[in-house]
């Protein structure tokens, strides 16, 4: 199996995930993500191309501004690289299957701001649930029209079951976190219930570890945004969710 496309996906990832570092810094801040250069935060002197140039500029500048010093938040940098890396990894897995690779690359895209802002802003902004909702229904029509039906449902399943919890204890689970499971079932279809499953118990076992280190009434007063939970279960679900439905169902 040649490398190229896998590297090829890394190097895009690498400068989608520079993108995706402007989208969450500028949404939430009701910014324009698609106008305006990037400057710094401290002094505000525009970025200078050769300073632009995906993890390599950080690296250069040792994660300081050229012009005044202050540091540049390491988050930068590893939201590149680990964009990089998903998007080469969604490539190696799914290269064989056009429709799961174009769904799986575009949800990584939406999913990498939802996860950062969530957990700096704790919100999800419609901004981005709405544009990934009707972009998943789009894409999944024109390359899989057949399974359509199936993530139609499983969009619908994911955000009842998720608006149900939300309602039966308010203040718990956002509706943020409501539009973003009927997101993953859009893109996702049967294989959204691997990646709920898999945010559930990832969230619980953080909880558990937060109310280990802060005892039981700091871990309450404690918030954990879901989002990247869900996120995680996701790209994970993307990945082998429907081998494992799939398992599941010929077992049972």
């Given at each position: 199996?040649?490398?190229?496309?896998?590297?090829?996906?890394?190097?895009?990832?690498?400068?989608?995930?520079?993108?995706?570092?402007?989208?969450?810094l500028?949404?939430?801040?009701?910014?324009?993500?698609?106008?305006?250069?990037?400057?710094?935060?401290?002094?505000?002197?525009?970025?200078?191309?050769?300073?632009?140039?995906?993890?390599?500029?950080?690296?250069?500048?040792?994660?300081?501004?050229?012009?005044?010093?202050t540091?540049?938040?390491?988050?930068?940098?590893?939201?590149?690289?680990?964009?990089?890396?998903?998007?080469?990894?969604?490539v190696?897995?799914?290269?064989e299957?056009?429709p799961?690779?174009v769904?799986?690359?575009?949800?990584?895209a939406?999913?990498?701001?939802?996860?950062?802002?969530d957990?700096?802003?704790?919100?999800?902004?419609?901004k981005?649930?709405?544009?990934?909702?009707?972009?998943?229904?789009?894409?999944?029509?024109?390359?899989?029209?057949?399974?359509?039906?199936e993530r139609?449902?499983a969009?619908?399943?994911?955000?009842?079951?998720?608006?149900?919890?939300?309602?039966?204890?308010?203040?718990?689970?956002?509706?943020?976190?409501?539009?973003?499971?009927?997101?993953?079932?859009?893109?996702?279809?049967?294989?959204?219930?691997?990646?709920?499953?898999?945010?559930?118990?990832?969230?619980?076992?953080?909880?558990?570890?937060?109310?280990?280190r802060?005892?039981v009434?700091?871990?309450?007063?404690?918030?954990?945004?879901?989002?990247?939970f869900?996120?995680?279960?996701?790209?994970?679900?993307?990945?082998?969710?429907?081998?494992?439905?799939d398992?599941?169902?010929?077992?049972?």
């Amino acid at each position: 199996m040649t490398t190229m496309p896998i590297l090829f996906a890394a190097f895009a990832g690498l400068l989608a995930g520079s993108f995706l570092n402007v989208v969450a810094l500028r949404l939430p801040r009701g910014l324009s993500f698609v106008t305006g250069s990037s400057h710094c935060m401290s002094c505000e002197t525009p970025v200078k191309p050769q300073d632009n140039i995906p993890l390599i500029s950080w690296l250069v500048l040792r994660g300081r501004c050229r012009s005044c010093g202050t540091g540049i938040a390491s988050r930068y940098p590893l939201v590149e690289a680990g964009t990089a890396a998903l998007a080469a990894i969604t490539v190696a897995v799914h290269r064989e299957d056009t429709p799961q690779l174009v769904l799986g690359l575009v949800l990584v895209a939406f999913l990498v701001p939802m996860a950062l802002i969530d957990l700096e802003h704790r919100i999800i902004p419609n901004k981005l649930t709405g544009p990934a909702a009707i972009v998943a229904v789009v894409l999944g029509t024109a390359l899989d029209p057949s399974g359509e039906v199936e993530r139609l449902i499983a969009g619908a399943g994911a955000g009842g079951f998720f608006l149900a919890a939300a309602l039966a204890a308010p203040g718990g689970m956002g509706m943020g976190d409501v539009k973003l499971a009927a997101v993953l079932g859009l893109f996702l279809g049967a294989a959204v219930a691997p990646a709920l499953l898999i945010a559930l118990v990832t969230g619980v076992l953080v909880s558990v570890v937060v109310i280990a280190r802060k005892g039981v009434a700091g871990g309450r007063k404690t918030a954990i945004p879901f989002g990247p939970f869900l996120a995680v279960g996701g790209f994970v679900a993307m990945l082998v969710g429907s081998g494992l439905m799939d398992s599941y169902l010929g077992t049972f």
